[in-house]
């Protein structure tokens, strides 16, 4: 059984910085891809950055660009991401997800088959 387990969430103030981190267990095939979406009380679910496995493709939303950065363990399959700079409205659920089929809409939560339980992150003003 496929499993993903975030960490790393918690509250800080803003202009500060956290890890967050999802490891994946329960397959051996690396995935095409992993992803990181975020959910607001009252929001839908919005992406936030991708990778592929081969680290060949990155992608982010325009809201995090130049603050976040995501990276993949090639050693163990785990994705992590830097998030520098936060700001009040960064505050969310962080969900990873990892996808073992191609996709050319790593942003869609329909691209992912499988997903974390999701961290808090909460940024104060």
């Known amino acids: 059984q496929v499993q993903l387990v975030e960490s790393g969430g918690g509250l800080v103030q803003a202009g500060g910085s956290l890890r967050l981190s999802c490891a994946v267990s329960g397959r051996t095939f690396r995935p095409y891809a992993m992803g990181w979406f975020r959910q607001a009380p009252g929001k839908e679910r919005e992406f936030v950055a991708a990778i592929s496995w081969s680290a060949s493709s990155i992608y982010y939303a325009d809201s995090v660009k130049g603050r976040f950065t995501i990276s993949r363990d090639n050693t163990e399959i785990t994705v992590h991401l830097r998030m520098n700079s936060l700001k009040p409205e960064d505050t969310a659920v962080y969900y990873c997800?990892?996808?073992?089929?191609?996709?050319?809409?790593?942003?869609?939560?329909?691209?992912?088959?499988?997903w974390g339980q999701g961290t808090q992150v909460t940024v104060s003003s």
């Open positions: 997800a990892a996808s073992w089929r191609q996709s050319n809409s790593r942003s869609s939560t329909s691209a992912y088959d499988y």
